[in-house]
């Protein structure tokens, strides 16, 4: 009824060791932003904790979720959200920011 | 195990009804992007018109809850994972999937259990904000209300995961749901991953900021 008998059998190992690795690298990520937070770097610190963050959610919406292996059409639906997201970033942060620094 | 105990209408193959599906959570989930987002935007807008309450504020989170809680949700999204590619290898995991759904809804709680600590502290410690504030900066409070509504939004979602997430493992465990190959597994694996994800982006936004000065 399916077709994936040509593709080769997949055990229960190899689920864990594919997503295992994927783990582990996100907890390697986690200590790294953990150590980073008691680094004095000043204005650096907020940005490198957010780029942790943002290669930890790649790696889930990649990985996990498998966007990797997904149709174009659910690439562009989940592009949709990101794209939107930015639009009402930029597009608060231009009037806010652009404020602040005139007083 | 056939695909037509799965299909439902007005679907008519299996291939059709999985794209549909795994779609719609897609849309849905980037509308949660933009929920969760607007609220992220919100804490932007405050933050840098008052960076050294905000900094101060963090601080006062317990930054072991925070940190125990993202590598506790981090281990439900890998059982979650398994759980899935288990279904969509469609060679009889029965008992793996069921294993791997109840270890996730396990570690939800957990992360449920964590919370409902951390937020005991924080009453104790008197960051609700209002009379008796614990900290003189106003815009500290503008954290701290913040900081309830996101936790508090993210705990709904969770809470709605651990019920979608324990019916496909009871279903299962009892035999009353097919569990190769079907669509429902994946869909339910794609909302919990984003629950994952949120609290991914809350973790340095609430809890590592002002820890190094």
């Not at chain 2, 504020?57 to 994972?81: F, P, V």
């Amino acid at each position: 009824m399916t077709a994936k008998s040509e593709t080769p059998t997949k055990t229960a190992r190899d689920l864990w060791r594919r997503n295992g690795l994927i783990w582990a690298a996100l907890m390697v990520l986690l200590a790294l932003t953990l150590s980073f937070a008691y680094v004095p770097l000043g204005a650096a610190n907020t940005p490198i904790a957010l780029g942790i963050g943002a290669t930890k959610a790649g790696l889930v919406v990649w990985l996990f979720m498998e966007l990797a292996k997904s149709s174009a059409l659910k690439r562009l639906a989940a592009a949709t959200g990101l794209v939107w997201l930015c639009v009402m970033f930029t597009l608060t942060l231009a009037d806010v920011l652009a404020r602040l620094h005139t007083h | 195990m056939s695909d037509a105990a799965l299909l439902k209408k007005p679907w008519q193959s299996m291939a059709r009804q999985r794209d549909a599906g795994t779609f719609g959570i897609w849309v849905f989930l980037a509308s949660e992007m933009l929920f969760f987002g607007a609220l992220i935007l919100t804490y932007t807008v405050y933050r840098v018109s008052d960076p050294a309450a905000f900094t101060a504020a963090a601080r006062e989170t317990d930054i072991w809850y925070g940190t125990i809680n993202t590598a506790i949700l981090l281990t439900s999204s890998l059982t979650m994972a398994v759980a899935v590619q288990a279904s969509t290898a469609a060679l009889g995991f029965r008992r793996l999937i069921v294993a791997c759904l109840s270890l996730t809804v396990a570690l939800g709680v957990a992360f449920l259990v964590v919370k409902g600590f951390e937020y005991k502290e924080d009453i104790e410690h008197h960051l609700v904000p209002g009379l008796h504030f614990a900290l003189a900066q106003p815009a500290a409070q503008i954290f701290f209300a913040l900081y309830w509504v996101l936790t508090g939004v993210h705990a709904i979602h969770l809470t709605i995961g651990l019920g979608l997430v324990s019916r496909l493992a009871l279903l299962i465990w009892r035999r009353k749901l097919v569990f190769d190959d079907n669509p429902e597994i994946e869909v339910t694996g794609l909302y919990w991953h984003l629950v994952d994800i949120i609290w991914i982006f809350l973790y340095p936004l609430i809890y590592l900021p002002g820890r190094a000065s």
